[in-house]
């Protein structure tokens, strides 16, 4: 399948600090990315979804001030989160898609946020 | 969107067949049933997908009713490496809602 990277792969950071995190498709054009967290034993949660060139879709209730998205290319997503704070420590996934049809989407590999 | 429902946990030994199942009463004529499963603390794996005829790959067999209204992922050799999470999401709106899941639990 296709290959998507993140990075970091974990990162540690101070209460107010803002932290970017990187999402690429090493093999393929993603029109679409998607950015889910999920905390300790629960589900993924879909926070946003982002179209190459255009501003992302927010679910609701996620903070777009918060959470900044940009999908400035075909293989890379960013999500920042903005000021952040403890109850922010998570692991933050992204996946990327070739088409925003039924098509599969290839995840990577996840993200663990640490906000002391 | 389109619910599915799946048990919560299951423990199948090492060398024997897995059959997953989930249902999804609600689902309309043109949304998918995809099945991606999460080993702990990685990102989802694609595993398979289908619309109405049963599908195979490398990975495993998925079987959808007649109906469509319920299917069953089947792992034919269970092996201690496919220990995870197993997700069932009906696919329509071109995002993907993960439920809470099947925990397989893979003894030897």
């Known amino acids: 399948g296709a290959v998507v990277s993140q990075h970091p792969s974990r990162v540690i950071c101070k209460s107010g600090t803002s932290v970017k995190i990187e999402c690429r498709s090493l093999d393929f054009q993603a029109t679409t990315m998607f950015w889910y967290r999920q905390f300790p034993k629960q589900s993924l949660m879909l926070m946003a979804t982002s179209n190459e060139g255009s501003k992302a879709t927010y679910e609701q209730g996620v903070e777009k001030d918060k959470f900044l998205i940009n999908h400035a290319s075909l293989t890379l997503s960013t999500l920042t989160v903005t000021s952040a704070h403890p109850e922010d420590s998570s692991f933050y996934i992204c996946?990327?898609?070739?088409?925003?049809?039924?098509?599969?989407?290839?995840f990577g590999p996840g993200t663990r946020l640490l906000v002391l | 969107d389109a619910k599915t429902t799946q048990p919560p946990s299951m423990d199948c030994a090492e060398g024997r067949a897995a059959n997953l199942p989930c249902n999804h009463s609600t689902i309309s004529g043109n949304e998918y049933v995809y099945w991606y499963r999460q080993i702990h603390s990685q990102g989802p794996q694609y595993i398979i997908h289908?619309?109405?005829n049963n599908e195979t790959n490398e990975m495993a067999s998925l079987i959808i009713t007649e109906d469509r209204k319920s299917s069953t992922l089947i792992l034919p050799h269970a092996t201690l490496r496919d220990t995870a999470v197993y997700y069932c999401?009906?696919?329509?709106?071109?995002?993907?809602?993960f439920g809470t899941g099947t925990r397989l639990q893979v003894f030897p």
């Open positions: 999401i009906v696919f329509n709106t071109d995002k993907l809602i």
């Open positions: 289908g619309l109405k």
């Open positions: 996946s990327a898609s070739s088409s925003g049809g039924v098509e599969t989407q290839y």
